[in-house]
Every structure is written in C-alpha cells, then in structure tokens.
T-cell receptor, first 111, second 112 residues
Framework: SQELEQSPQSLIVQEGKNLTINCTSS?????LYWYKQKYGEGLIFLMM?????EEKSHEKITAKLDEKKQQSSLHITASQPSHAGIYLC???????????FGTGTRLQVTL | NAGVTQTPKFQVLKTGQSMTLQCAQD?????MSWYRQDPGMGLRLIHY???????DQGEVPNGYNVSRSTTEDFPLRLLSAAPSQTSVYFC???????????FGPGTRLTVT
C-alpha cells in the first residue's frame, strides 16, 4: 500500500514568515491532494496536483509536485494566524474514494 | 447545497453497544467514503462506495458495516462498539474519480 510521510510533524512560525511542508510518497503519485483542517473541524480542500512538475497557487499558498511524482511541497508565503491548522496531503491510488493520507503537519502562527 | 452532513456530532457509547453514524450529501456525488482519524495516525479509510448498491472495504474495515441504498446516504454501522473505536469519523464524497473529496464536519465518538 502507498505510504505518505509528512515533514515536519509540527511547525511554529512567527507571523509574516515563510514556511514549507513536505509530503513524500513510497510510490508514484497519480494525484496529490492538499487539505487543511482547523482544530476540531472537517477537512477543507486546498489543491490537487496530477502532473509531474505541476505547480498551483491560491492566495499565499503554493503547492508543487516534483517531476518524478513522488514528492510534493506546500509553501506558505508571509504566514498569517488564519493559516494555523493541520495540513494533510492525500494520495490518489487510482480512485478518488480511496485516498491515503499522511499523518499531517500541525502549524501554529504566533503574533 | 448543504454539502456533506454528518450526525451526530458527538456520541458516547458503552462497550458492546451498536449505533449508526449518518452521512448524507446533496451534490449527487457517486463516490462516498468513511475515514477515521486518530492522533498520530492521520486519516484511515474504513469503507467506500463508488455508487448506489456498491461498497468495498478500505484499510481498517473490521467492526464496521456500510450500505449504500441511495446516492445521497452512506451510513456507517458499529456492530459492537469497542474502546479501540474511539475516534473522530469523517465522511467524504466526490463526483468522479480524480476529483477533490468534500468532507463532512466529523463525528467524535467515545467508547467507554
């Protein structure tokens, strides 16, 4: 089965700083999803990457999928308190109903 | 659209009791899934369905049953609750393969 490892497990950054979260897969990724979870709530879809080398941005968040399609990074520029939460990457093994998730990265943004 | 709804939001059960976690979506999505989230383990797939009348097991199906009689509903049944089933349960749906999944708000279950 496909395993996803996220790093770091937790992160504390000062407001305004940039940060990067990594997601590494044990197998080739057919699709890589990034979700954000606020504490005690459900998951909110951020971005989906499918092609090697693909890069997508939304507001201050940019996600990339490397050429070999086994690693993705999520970069947040000029972090804000609203960015705090748990970021999870999910891998698509070929069917959208069977996503495998990483264990998540807990982000805190201090003032 | 209400999106994906889950009931109840919180539940406490005693060991051996049974219950059903409800999940409904109003987006006409074919794909629906149940996940459980435990500290340090991420989300793990319990059961999933690719359409009404079709279900299959995920990574951790033991102790859970599902059925999909309509496109809208995908209930998860705990047959005989055990403390190991204490977790947060999420239901998700998506339109087609390769599309994003929409998640419900979760059900926090405690089994004593």
């Amino acid at each position: 089965s496909q395993e996803l490892e996220q790093s770091p497990q937790s992160l504390i950054v000062q407001e305004g700083k940039n940060l990067t979260i990594n997601c590494t897969s044990s197998k080739t990724l057919y699709g890589l999803y990034w979700y954000k979870q606020k504490y005690g709530e459900g998951l909110i879809f951020l971005m989906m990457l499918q092609k090697g080398g693909e890069e997508k941005s939304h507001e201050k968040i940019t996600a990339k999928l490397d050429e070999k399609k086994q690693q993705s990074s999520l970069h947040i520029t000029a972090s804000q308190p609203s960015h705090a939460g748990i970021y999870l990457c999910g891998a698509d093994p070929g069917t959208a109903s069977k996503l495998t998730f990483g264990t998540g990265t807990r982000l805190q943004v201090t003032l | 659209n209400a999106g994906v709804t889950q009931t109840p939001k919180f539940q406490v059960l005693k060991t051996g009791q049974s219950m059903t976690l409800q999940c409904a979506q109003d987006m006409n999505h074919e794909y629906m899934s149940w996940y459980r989230q435990d500290p340090g383990m991420g989300l793990r797939l319990i059961h999933y369905s690719v359409g009404a009348g079709i279900t299959d097991q995920g990574e951790v199906p033991n102790g859970y049953n599902v059925s999909r009689s309509t496109t809208e509903d995908f209930p998860l049944r705990l047959l005989s609750a055990a403390p190991s089933q204490t977790s947060v349960y999420f239901c998700a749906s998506s339109y087609v393969q390769g599309n994003e999944q929409y998640f419900g708000p979760g059900t926090r279950l405690t089994v004593t």
